[in-house]
Each structure stands twice: as C-alpha cells, then as structure tokens.
C-alpha cells in the first residue's frame, strides 16, 4: 500500500464503530442473520409436518429447530464474548450457558437415535448448570447498571417472583410432569421453565437499568425470555399429552424462539451505557411496586389452585403453606437489605454533601485570601507613592531651581510616581467590579447563605435572613471586613448559640456602613465570660478599616454582634471603587492606615 493511501478493509476486517449504541457485530453479518431466520423457520414448520412419531419430534425439535440457530449462535456468541468492552465475564457466562444447552441438545439426539438413555441421565444437571449460568450472566449485567444498588437486594427479589410465579404451576400441572410417560423429557422442561420464569424478571430490570442506548439488545433479550417461557410450557405440554399435540405449530414457535439465542448477540452493543450510574445517588434509592405486586400475584395465584385441587391432593395445602411461609421469610430478607442499602446512599449522599460544603468552604477563603491580596498590593503600592512624595518633598527644599542634581531628582521621582500611579490605576481595575455588578447586596448575600450552608451541612439549622441595603456599594477592602465579621458571627452562632433564627443586617449609617448579626439563640452573660478568639478575630477586623464592634447578649435572649465600619469618602473619580452609596449625594469609604506621619504632630 502506498503511503498516504487510504486502507482498504475486507468486509471481515472493518472496524466496528464506537461509542455508545455502536454493536460489536457488523451490519452485514446482522442482515444475513435475519434473512437466515426467515428463510429457515418455514423450512423447518414445513419439515415438522412429516413427524409421525415422538422419535421424529425429537430429531426435528433438537436438529433442526434448535440446531439451525444455536450452531451459528455459538460462533457469533464467541466473538461477542471476546470483542466486549464491558463485562465480559458476564458475557461469557451467556456464552457458557450457550455452549452447555448446545450439549444438551446433542445428548438428547443420541439418547433417542441409539437407544442410549444414559446420554439424558445428565439432561436434569446440565439443564440446571445452563440455566445458572445465564441467570449469573444476566445478573451481573444487571449490577453492572445498578449504580450504588445492591444485588442483594436483586437477588432476593427475583427468588420470591420465581417461587410465587411457579409455585401454582406446582400444584396444578406438578404431578403430571413427573408422572408422565416421558419424564425424561418433560422433567427437565419444567426446570427450564423455572429458569426462563427468572430470565424473565432479570431481563426486564436490566432493560429499565440500562435506560437510553442499545435498546435493540434489551428488547431482544427480553423477548427471548418471554418467548422462551411460552415455548417451554407448550413442550412440557406436549410430553405430558405423549407427544399427541400438532407438531408444526409446536415446532414453529420453538424455532422461532431459538432463533433468539442467535439474534441476541448480532446486536450485542460494544458499550452499554452507564445505566443507573447516571443518575444522582439519592435518585438510586429504589422503590418497592415490582417486589410488592409480583409476589402477591403469585400467591393469590397460588391460593386459587390450592382451592380447585386441594380434595383431590391434600398435600397442596402443605405446599402451599410453605410457600407463603418462604415467601414471608424472603420479604423480610428484602426489607432488611433495602434498608441497608438505603442507608448506605444517604450515607455516601451525607459524605458528598460534606465534601460540597469543604469544597465550597475552601472557596469561600480563598476568595477572602484574594481580597486580601489586592488589599495588601494597593497598600504596598500607596505606601510607595507616599515614599515618592516624600522623598520628592525632601529633594525640593531649595526653591531656585538650577542644580542639576535637583533636577534629575525631580526627573526621576516624577517617574516614579508616574509608575506607581500607573500600578495602582491597573491594580484598582482588574479588582473594580463590572459596570453592572457594583452593587454589593447580591455579592454579599450569596457567600453569606453559601457559608451559612457550609457551617451547618446537611443538619438542621436556624433561619437565615439577610439585609442589604440595594444602594450600597462597598470596596473590595470593606467587603472583605464586612465577610470575615459575618462568617465569624455564623461560626459562633454554630458552635454556641443553638438559634432557631439568625438575622443579618448591612446598610448605610451616617458616614459609615453598620454591620448587625443577631440570633435568638441561648446568649452568654459578656461581663461573666471573657471574649473568645472569636470575638477578638472580629474586633482585629473592624480595627483593619477604623470600625469598632460591640457584643450585646443575655442569657437566654441571645446575641447581637454590631459594628460600625468606616468613615466619610470625596466623591470617587472614574477609575476609584465607590465604598458606600445609598444615595447620589452620599459616598462613604472606611477608615484609611495612615501612612506617613506628620513629624510635626509627634510629641
């Protein structure tokens, strides 16, 4: 092949597609699939029409109803199972189950065409090894679209529905299956009824888990499982009657049903989807209408054969005693386990919800760490400028200009100052709020509630309000203040107060912003208690902008955190942050650090 030529495959060596619905079988494989099962199965109903003998519904029912399907299913099955993406165990137990019934059917033909009843004697264990192992192959596709469910739970469930759906089929048609002429054949049927009753219930739940994606595979699956029901009741039928019922019809819906086991996995999915794993954790706490109603069905099933034979077998009533005994004992194991698992999810919803509230606590200081940042970066930058000042003060004391000296002096403070000005106009607009977002009511309130919600986690807590007034405008300075006082405040409400209500105040006052935290929680005598590193925090804070904080409490009638923050602010120019604003005429800003000290005003 020539570089940069693109590949030719072979309809055999084209890649599947991916991603989720692709199927791991290609799209002509799957059309000659179908066009072989509507070839054959009017061959096949054509060929039972020459049955005259229970010899020859066996070799038709097993060679060709069965055979035609299951030998190719056995080679597409094969290459599902290795090209799986997901749960390849669990699709190689299918496969195994495949394999084994395929055994059966062999054991079956030489057991009626040579005479040799020793090839059916293992027919009971390999029917029930067949079974098993699809019914643990469908299970483990079931948890593996189960979320945080657990299959014990599955399990349990899908024992009562199998015993309370088959246990009237026990009591009216039991002793007929076991007495019949052919047992050899009509016990292993019923067993296989047994397990098709369960593949039933499994293929249905895995359906509803697997949600949106492949639903060709689940409606397959499912239709397999109900169809195969259906087919083993009629041939269980048909070896109760001795073989006296019409084959063709019999034989029809046989290979129909078999034809399944070859459709399956043509449209076998590479990926399946991520089931209930989708969903949030408290959306996987299952219901219980399925486990409820199946069972109960069931026993009023169970109930009205018992009645219409009970004269004739008095041993049903026993039986059916001990069912409902059975079946109590397995609700009980259910409600335990759901209870379990139910516990568990709001357990892991509890250890989310912990980690939303660390994670959002995280935020919140590093938003606060921020504010600081730039706080501390203007600070340096006007002490800098305060530095230029001076030393520009000091290097100008000659009035006469002339001295060159002076004059480069000046040269480079002015530059310096230029910088400074130039750092802090950058500075005051990368940390300026948006044109639209200047008012500080919508960003107080939101990290106020979310640390609120963080204090308090999942558990129960007081009622927050919060008020701010809608005209106030606050620096980044100011509003760093205003949140470490409140988160503070919130924090001792938490540890100490045990409120059932928490009101938080900001709006303007006179010439500065007043700040009000009061709960109505038990409350402290302040002269009997000295102030915790709480308090202090919040005094050490309201001190950053000239702001002082009283503590007001009574035991009993709660407690009231308030401070007044700042002080008297010239209207702000177009590139300066606004601290306070009520009204176009007032502006307001917090006490500045004085900088620089007058030499004169010391002593």
Known sequence: MREGQPRRWWPWQRPAQEGRGALLVFPYVRHLGIAWVCVTV????????????PGDYIFVLIYLA????????????FYTARRARECRVAFRLLYAGLVVMWI???????GVRTGWHWANVLGLPLVALSGGLKITGLAMLV?????????????VEALAAVVALTAPLVVLWGP???GAEASWFTIPAALTLVFTVAGIYWTAVLCVRMGPGPRMFGACALALSIAGTVNVALQTAQGVSGFTLPAPPLIFFNALTVSMYFLVPLYSPRLMGPGLGRLPLQAQVRGARLATALPLAGLAALLAATALVARERPWTVAFALGVVALLFVLAALRQLAAIGETRRLYRQVEVASEERGRLLSEMLERSVHDRRHFARQLHEQAVSAAASFATLAGAGYEPIGGSPMVTEASVLVRGELGRHADSLRDLMMAIRPPDGDRRSDGRLRTPIAAHFASVYGDGLSPHLGVSVDGDLVLDWVTETVVLQIVHEALHNVWRHSDACEVHVTIEPDGGAVRLRVRDDGEGFDPDAIPEGPGIVSMRASAAVVGGTLTVSSQPGQGTTIDARLGGLWPDPGPHQARIASPAPERRFRPAGLRLVSDPRQSG
């Open 66 to 77: 069965c055979g035609t399907y299951t030998s190719p299913a056995l080679v597409v099955g």
């Open 176 to 178: 007929a299956v076991v």
């Open 42 to 53: 009017p061959l096949v109903t054509w060929a039972a029409t020459t049955v005259d003998s």
């Open 143 to 155: 948890r593996s679209r189960s979320g945080r469910r657990a299959l014990t739970v599955d399990v």
């Open 104 to 110: 059966i059917g062999v054991g079956m033909l030489i």
